[in-house]
């Protein structure tokens, strides 16, 4: 794929919303203004079929053959997020149903269900033929599958998805007394005795439903979702030039992007709108990164995709009619934005969207354009972002240069959607490790462990968090100590070990498998009650917070106490210990790793401020780096509304002004320095 082989700025477009005679001056516009690649056309499936097996291409096919002579590339989109109204309203079996079971109506976008036979008959007819008759038109770089699978709802309850379930069930368990011994069904009096007694949970569960039930349906919601996202890249590849790439835009939830990313498409993409960090409702919180916090979706992206694209970046003020307001980028934070997806390993930046609509659900979701079309100040910053691509092309193809990675598997994902105890000390921990990062300028990544990871995609990282691994399988209690043997550190939270992976709690002292490499085993756990203060520790003689969750550990011959409870009824009790594993060691935390707390773990394991021989930063500077080939660069992000002072330690090479920089610099308010260290 030659695609990002160079960083590049692209914008969505819909042809379909615009006078015909508007495109040729909007392609051209784009180029003058340093935008090579549009993505269109994921939403236009009435327009390629506006009646049942009546397919036209020829709108496509002029503009497709405009922005061939216009040189325009393009990124084209099977359109199968927005079912046109004959389908849904003849097969209404192709519509997702809402937790009651009450079908979705035609009139917003993703109604549809990923199971319905009826549906992929169509869907597959018609994007057969999208990509016979544009397989090898020179315009098209790529295809876009539908449009962030999973976004609006992650929740299937039709009657398709309810058949499908009990096959994938089938599939899974063989036998009914196998899945009645995985779920507990003895408990509350739950036993299936007929395939056709289960279902997808709808509501009609009064007081809740077998948890292990529903982490079994958020493992078929994505496997759903990937089934229906291979079928149509299948059909694509079958038709499509070699040299075209297939994509998707994301991140959604219930959903294994990283299978995604790995194994059916050829590269991810995702959409970036920094704005909504303010809160969709615009609730301001004083200790939030705002717009900053989305440099932690950025971080997850990279695990999915080392080099991925940004399908759609913001480039105006948020908004559909009935929510999501949010404010204009001002003069900078346009750039700044785009350059913070860049800095987190983005090589294309395509803006959504070229003019803001004039009608539908989104016309306050503004592009780049006004409903006017006039030039405007955001059309400028574009511009100025396109040149300072170019100015930085040597960066394209870096990798992060992370200081440390913090694990995640998806069972565990999967399972902190389900069980709310579990959601909330890893959001904490995730929310805190990233602050205490962003605060300290130090880069990490989110390291997902698979069945095939190796050793070396783990000996790169000197020290892993495994903030909280509830669920625990023995090929990966074997990959981590392994990792730590080799000389690893390896750092685990509180809840560590006590499911496993049908969500059943084994009767043994936690942190379970881990247990012989910990040395420890949790003798009193609790979450702490709201009517209680925070518990505190000390560490190295300094405070040490346990928030949320608590846990007082024994410590084993041979493992050390570094910490105990200096408050609460667990005054005295050990909290964090340490216990050396071969070349390696394994620290146990009985809390969370809250903003606080994993400040404290940077800095007592030696992680934090990387590059504090370089560059001096206030903490309200974001500071990523970034390496090839032995070369790095450091991207220095103020998202502030004033200028900021960093110091230089030494003389460096500012990549976007061309200037040498030492000493004190003055970073503007919402802007970028890239240094070439
Ligand atoms: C998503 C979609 C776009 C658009 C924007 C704004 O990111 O992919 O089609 O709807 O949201 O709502």
New binding site residues.
């Given amino acids: 794929m030659d695609f990002l082989k160079t960083m590049s700025a692209g914008v969505?477009y819909y042809p379909e919303h615009w006078d015909e005679s508007l495109w040729e001056s909007d392609l051209k516009r784009m180029l003058d203004n340093g935008i090579h690649t549009v993505r269109i056309g994921?939403?236009a499936w009435s327009i390629m079929e506006r009646e049942e097996g009546s397919f036209d291409f020829s709108f496509f096919d002029r503009f497709l053959d405009l922005c061939a002579s216009t040189g325009m590339q393009v990124i084209f989109g099977t359109p199968t997020?927005t079912p046109p109204a004959w389908l849904t309203c003849r097969y209404p079996e192709t519509l997702n149903a809402n937790a009651d079971g009450v079908l979705y109506r035609h009139g917003g976008?993703r109604h549809y269900n990923y199971n319905s036979p009826v549906y992929r008959e169509k869907v597959a007819l018609l994007v057969g033929k999208m990509a016979e008759h544009w397989g090898r038109h020179p315009a098209i770089v790529g295809w876009q599958i539908d449009?962030?699978l999973n976004?609006e709802t992650n929740d299937f309850l039709s009657e398709a998805d309810g058949k499908a379930f009990r096959v994938f069930l089938q599939k899974k368990y063989a036998s009914l007394d196998a899945l009645n011994e995985a779920w507990g069904t003895v408990f509350w009096s739950q036993t299936y005795t007929d395939w056709e007694q289960i279902d997808v949970p709808h509501t009609n569960a009064i007081a809740s439903h077998n948890p292990s039930l529903l982490l079994d349906y958020v493992r078929f919601v994505s496997a759903s979702a990937l089934s229906f996202c291979t079928m149509q890249t299948e059909i694509l590849r079958k038709f499509i030039e070699p040299r075209m790439f297939v994509t998707t835009?994301g991140m959604f939830g219930r959903l294994d992007n990283h299978e995604m990313a790995r194994n059916i498409l050829d590269v991810y993409m995702y959409?970036s709108?920094p704005n909504f960090a303010y809160g969709i409702d615009q609730t301001w919180d004083e200790d939030s990164l705002h717009d900053r916090h989305s440099s932690l979706d950025l971080t997850r992206v990279r695990s999915i995709c080392p080099h991925f694209g940004i399908?759609?970046q913001q480039s105006g003020a948020?908004g559909?009619y009935n929510r999501?307001e949010a404010s204009m980028p001002r003069p900078g934070q346009l750039e700044l934005w785009a350059m913070q997806s860049v800095a987190h390993g983005a090589d294309y930046v395509s803006f959504?969207?070229w003019r803001t609509s004039p009608v539908g659900?989104?016309i306050y979701?503004h592009g780049i354009l006004d409903y006017d079309s006039r030039d405007n100040r955001r059309l400028r910053e574009v511009k100025a972002f396109a040149e300072d691509l170019e100015k930085i092309q040597e960066v394209c193809g870096a990798d992060t240069d992370a200081r440390f990675g913090v694990l995640q598997t998806v069972d565990n994902q999967f399972d902190a959607d389900v069980d709310h105890w579990h959601g909330r000390v890893q959001k904490a921990s995730e929310e805190g490790i990233f602050a205490a990062a962003q605060e300290t300028h130090t880069t990490f990544d989110f390291v997902d462990l698979r069945q095939n990871t190796k050793l070396e995609e783990l000996e790169r990282y000197p020290v892993l968090f495994a903030p909280h691994f509830v669920i625990l399988k023995e090929e990966e209690t074997a990959l981590l100590k392994a990792y730590v043997e080799q000389g690893g550190t390896l750092v685990i939270g509180c809840r560590t070990g006590y499911k496993d992976a049908s969500g059943r709690c084994p009767m043994q002292p936690m942190p379970g498998l881990l247990r012989e490499m910990t040395g420890t085993t949790v003798e009193e756990y609790t979450f702490r009650s709201p009517a209680e203060d925070m518990a505190e520790a000390e560490w190295n003689g300094r405070k040490l917070h346990v928030d949320c969750f608590m846990e007082s550990l024994q410590a084993e011959e041979g493992t050390e106490v570094l910490a105990r409870y200096t408050t609460s009824y667990l005054k005295g009790e050990p909290v964090l210990t340490e216990r050396t594993v071969g070349k390696g060691r394994v620290l146990h935390f009985g809390g969370v790793f809250t903003r606080q707390a994993a400040r404290r773990f940077l800095k007592n394991l030696g992680l934090a401020e990387p590059y504090e021989d370089l560059v001096k930063a206030p903490d309200t500077v974001e500071i990523v780096g970034r390496v090839k080939d032995g070369q790095k660069w450091l991207f220095v992000l103020n998202y502030l509304p004033e200028a900021q002072e960093i110091r230089l330690g030494e003389e460096l090479v500012s990549l976007l002004d061309g200037e040498k920089a030492e000493g004190r610099v003055e970073i503007p308010a919402y802007s970028v320095a890239v240094y070439r260290i």
């Fill in positions: 969505c994921e939403f997020a976008r449009n962030e976004c835009n959409d709108y399908m759609e948020n559909w999501m959504f969207r659900t989104e979701w």
